[in-house]
């Protein structure tokens, strides 16, 4: 059968769906998922192709229940995927009042008050959000001071930023298994950029340090003039 432009249209349209799948995916749990699915299946087709009998028959039959595990276990993440194809004609990054969290976190550090502080991009942020108060309140540097004032009932949790809003406070992120001789705070910044694209900004308590965590890694102390460019690239992307 002779090669036609609707076979080529085909294999553009996978190819395309594909990619979009993938960018979806990038930052979260589910590639890693995709990832050892393809694994797995490359050993059953070997066990097939080379005839195996037993070891095929076994992995064919723990695919059945596999299936059904991973959509228990990876619901969060299979939520998530959805509610990101439904906002996906959306702008691709939010707008930031970028200066007005530089001046907050600049305060926050010069006081001293530990702040935990989530800027969510294509990853939704949502069942984390559900753990504090939602706010839907404007971004501004007074609003963060008044947040993680030490003793104040929200101060203990993260805070979601949500374009260019203060979308929730007081919320519980997942702490990081790496322990590196982290506190509480830095451990949760890491957990969040482990299971999501999130940039999650930390402001230690004991000595003000401003650090940045991103796709599971902690950075060094950061000057507010590297954070700023950091920040301006990500609303650019």
């Known amino acids: ?126 069942e984390y959000a559900a753990t504090g108060e939602v706010l839907e309140a404007r971004l501004s540097a007074r609003l963060l001071e008044t947040l993680f004032y030490p003793g104040t009932p929200l101060h203990d949790g993260g805070a979601i930023l949500r374009g260019d809003r203060v979308f929730a406070a007081g919320c519980i992120f997942p702490l990081s298994e790496a322990r590196l001789g982290l506190g509480t705070r830095h451990r949760a910044a890491l957990g969040l950029s482990e299971v999501s694209d999130a940039l999650v900004l930390v402001v230690s308590e004991e000595t003000g340090a401003i650090r940045l965590a991103e796709g599971g890694r902690l950075s060094p102390p950061l000057a507010l003039e590297a954070l700023r460019e950091r920040l301006k690239e990500v609303i650019r992307a």
């Open 1 to 126: 059968m002779p090669f036609t432009w609707r076979d080529l249209l085909d294999i553009l349209l996978v190819a395309v769906l594909f990619y979009s799948l993938g960018r979806l995916m990038a930052g979260t749990r589910a590639l890693n998922l995709v990832r050892g699915v393809l694994v797995y299946l490359g050993v059953w087709f070997l066990a097939s192709l080379l005839g195996l009998s037993t070891l095929s028959w076994l992995l064919g039959n723990a695919a059945t229940l596999g299936a059904f595990a991973l959509i228990v276990v990876f619901q969060p993440e299979l939520r998530g995927l959805l509610e990101r194809l439904g906002r996906a004609q959306g702008p691709r990054a939010p707008s930031l009042a970028l200066e007005e969290l530089l001046l907050g976190l600049s305060r926050l550090s010069e006081r001293r008050y530990g702040a935990l502080i989530a800027l969510e991009r294509r990853t939704p942020l949502g």
